[in-house]
């Protein structure tokens, strides 16, 4: 039963936004570590964030700095990755998953660091 489901993604033009959801069944969210990372055809796996199960600490890959910004909503047990200024390299399908490190109070943007996995929603950025 536990479930993590991302929404959000879409096809949007260079420059534009989108804000990705991942929303948790079955476990409440505020005791993970939650990442968001992203796969393109071809390429490996990337880190994108990471939030901590505190929600004080936050990663991101130097790809993103700047440009993207993720949150926890705990009345919702969902966290969200706000993208923008979208270039057309992140396109790829993105994926939020869940784990629960040793240090709590830090998260690092790593897949074996996590347990549980969304299914992944596709975002794409084209003109």
């Known amino acids: 039963q536990l479930q993590l489901v991302e929404s959000g993604g879409g096809l949007v033009q260079p420059g534009g936004s989108l804000r990705l959801s991942c929303a948790a069944s079955?476990?409440?969210?505020?005791?993970?570590?939650i990442g968001w990372f992203r796969q393109a055809p071809g390429k490996e796996r990337e880190g994108v964030s990471c939030?901590?199960?505190?929600?004080?600490?936050?990663n991101y890959s130097d790809s993103v700095k700047g440009r993207f910004t993720i949150s926890r909503d705990s009345a919702k047990n969902t966290v969200y990755l706000q993208m923008n200024s979208l270039k057309p390299e992140d396109t790829a399908v993105y994926y939020c998953?869940?784990?629960?490190?040793?240090?709590?109070?830090?998260?690092?943007?790593?897949?074996?660091?996590?347990?549980?996995w969304g299914q992944g929603t596709q975002v794409t950025v084209s003109s």
């Open positions: 079955g476990f409440t969210l505020d005791y993970y570590a």
């Open positions: 998953a869940a784990g629960k490190p040793i240090i709590q109070t830090m998260c690092i943007i790593l897949g074996y660091d996590y347990d549980y």
């Open positions: 939030i901590s199960s505190s929600g004080g600490s936050t």
